[in-house]
Antibody, heavy 119, light 108 residues
Framework: QITLRESGPTLVKPTQTLTLTCNFS??????????VGWLRQPPGKAPEWLAL???????RYNPSLKSRLTIAKDTSKNQVVLRMTNMDPVDTATYYC???????????WGQGTLVTVSS | QSALTQPRSVSGSPGQSVTISCTGT?????????VSWYQQHPGKAPKLMIY???DRPSGVPDRFSGSKSDNTASLTISGLQPEDEADYYC????????FGGGTKLTVL
């Protein structure tokens, strides 16, 4: 059974850097074709894809946010970390990490963590 | 303004069929078979229902089916059940991943 869980601060101030950790089990990020992605969903809005890291360290980023994002993995710890710099109130959202199997799509997602950006 | 356009709401009675459309462009829907659909109940994480336009992950009922014609993808739910009431999002992963704005399905 694949599970993922996000952790990190629930409140950050504008201009600060957000660091989120995804701990997962049930699969290995050293398996060919597999990835872990980060997505977010502002309250009442559609999800937005942020970043993806593959088993081979290939990194992909949302072009509109690329300059602010860094994704990294620690295969031995079954962890993926996302850093987002220069946080703004518009970045308030539930942040999810999700398993990206080889065939496509994100399945499953973690339970999500709500991050509020406010001074 | 989402890159993929979905109707804001659809409805149907138990046992009926409904179809949700998702219109994009050739660069994100028409030229590739990289369309997925997600179901989201209130307060829950999205759940993958369809990937690769028409493939179902293990455990998803065959009442859920996907298709595509030109730049429009569609999700059809047959034999509607009360638990199908949820928000549905289409997603293209042809290059940059983009989502539709979502469709609220009401089971009357």
């Amino acid at each position: 059974q694949i599970t993922l869980r996000e952790s990190g601060p629930t409140l950050v101030k504008p201009t600060q850097t957000l660091t989120l950790t995804c701990n997962f089990s049930g699969f290995s990020l050293s398996t060919s074709g597999v990835g872990v992605g980060w997505l977010r969903q502002p309250p009442g809005k559609a999800p937005e894809w942020l970043a993806l890291i593959y088993w081979n360290d290939d990194e992909r980023y949302n072009p509109s946010l690329k300059s602010r994002l860094t994704i990294a993995k620690d295969t031995s710890k079954n962890q993926v970390v996302l850093r987002m710099t220069n946080m703004d109130p518009v970045d308030t959202a539930t942040y999810y990490c999700a398993h990206r199997p080889s065939p496509g799509g994100y399945d499953p997602w973690g339970q999500g963590t709500l991050v509020t950006v406010s001074s | 303004q989402s890159a993929l356009t979905q109707p804001r709401s659809v409805s149907g009675s138990p046992g009926q069929s409904v179809t949700i459309s998702c219109t994009g462009t050739s660069s994100n829907v028409g030229d590739y078979n990289f369309v997925s659909w997600y179901q989201q109940h209130p307060g829950k994480a999205p759940k993958l229902m369809i990937y690769g336009v028409s493939d179902r992950p293990s455990g998803v009922p065959d009442r859920f089916s996907g298709s595509k014609s030109d730049n429009t993808a569609s999700l059809t739910i047959s034999g509607l059940q009360p638990e199908d009431e949820a928000d549905y999002y289409c997603c293209s992963y042809a290059g940059t991943v983009v989502f539709g704005g979502g469709t609220k399905l009401t089971v009357l």
